[in-house]
């Protein structure tokens, strides 16, 4: 079924670079259709250099708002009017807002969607019962970080490639500090191990993870997408870990994001999820 697009349409965006691969605009569109809302979610490829250009110019149009992808999910704070909290902790932003006189809200839906996605996929899975481990210290690992101490963990163990990166960030958020040396240890006793590094991407360098040193019932996530099944997941697999996707936190992101962007939650019973999984493999 196709839609109309009129003068009313609400119109939304993924801004990035590169975007054309984004997943966001086949999730919200299907939620938009099946809810029959007068809406269309597209993406904008902004050349590195023109973020702020670009949204100093869109935020007085009638455009809804847009979220932000790689790399500007930091400039996306500076162009902020007002600063969600848990965007202000993560020091990065995903969505923006624009409401009366140019008024831009800035807002980070990737630690609620990290939240979601264990939630759906691992609902046996506690946040404050014990030790969760966080690989990485970029922004993802911040979020991730920030998300698991709201939800009540009082032990989250941060493990980097570049140590000082891990103790900047433990330091600043309140949590512990491991060198990638040091990653048995960290594992011994966690309730879940998440992958906020790149390791993994398609292409990129494997994770070289200690998974065997985690107990029997240590939930594994990657928030890697591309491929579903990491190779970080295809081991805890092996080991008989229980597993969470990232493409479960990119649909999890994305559903604060459409009702912030179109002002209703996203309809029950759209499989998105399958949606997306056939654009991931066509
Ligand atoms: P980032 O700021 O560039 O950080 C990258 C992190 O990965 C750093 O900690 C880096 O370690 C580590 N790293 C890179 N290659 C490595 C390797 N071969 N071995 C070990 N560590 C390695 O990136 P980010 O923005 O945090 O994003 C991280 C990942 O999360 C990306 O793949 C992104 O797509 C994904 N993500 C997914 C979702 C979702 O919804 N599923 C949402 C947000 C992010 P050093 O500090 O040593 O360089």
Not at 190 to 199: L, M, P
Not at 215 to 220: D, E, F, I, R, T
Not at 252 to 273: I, K, N, T, W, Y
């Amino acid at each position: 079924m196709s839609r109309t697009v009129r003068g009313t349409t609400r119109v939304a965006a993924v801004v990035g670079h590169p975007v054309a691969h984004s997943l966001s605009p086949i999730l919200h569109n299907a939620w938009l259709e099946a809810a029959d809302i007068d809406g269309v979610y597209v993406a904008l490829d902004i050349a590195e250099g023109g973020f702020r250009h670009v949204v100093e110019g869109l935020r007085t149009t009638s455009l809804a708002g847009v979220n932000v992808t790689l790399p500007f999910k930091e400039d996306a704070l500076a162009v902020a009017t007002e600063v969600h909290p848990r965007a202000r902790r993560a020091l990065a932003a995903n969505l923006l807002i624009f409401g009366p006189d140019g008024a831009v809200t800035a807002d980070n839906t990737d630690g609620l969607g990290l939240l979601a996605a264990l939630a759906e996929q691992a609902p046996q899975f506690e946040a404050a019962a014990g030790p969760v481990v966080v690989l990485g210290a970029g922004g993802a690992a911040r979020g991730a970080v920030g998300a698991l101490l709201d939800a009540g963990c009082t032990d989250v163990r941060i493990v980097n490639r570049t140590f000082a990166r891990a103790q900047a960030l433990a330091a600043d958020l309140g949590s512990r500090a491991f060198a990638a040396a040091e990653a048995e240890a960290a594992f011994v006793g966690a309730g879940a191990v998440i992958n906020a590094t790149s390791a993994g991407l398609a292409n990129s360098g494997a994770l070289n993870a200690p998974l065997a040193a985690t107990p029997a019932s240590c939930v594994v996530m990657d928030m890697v997408y591309k491929p579903l099944i990491t190779p970080f997941l295809a081991q805890a697999q092996a080991l008989g870990r229980p597993i969470v996707d990232g493409l479960a936190m990119l649909i999890g992101q994305a559903r604060p994001s459409f009702e912030a962007l179109f002002g209703q939650p996203p309809p029950a019973g759209v499989d998105v999820r399958a949606l997306a999984l056939k654009a991931l493999n066509p």
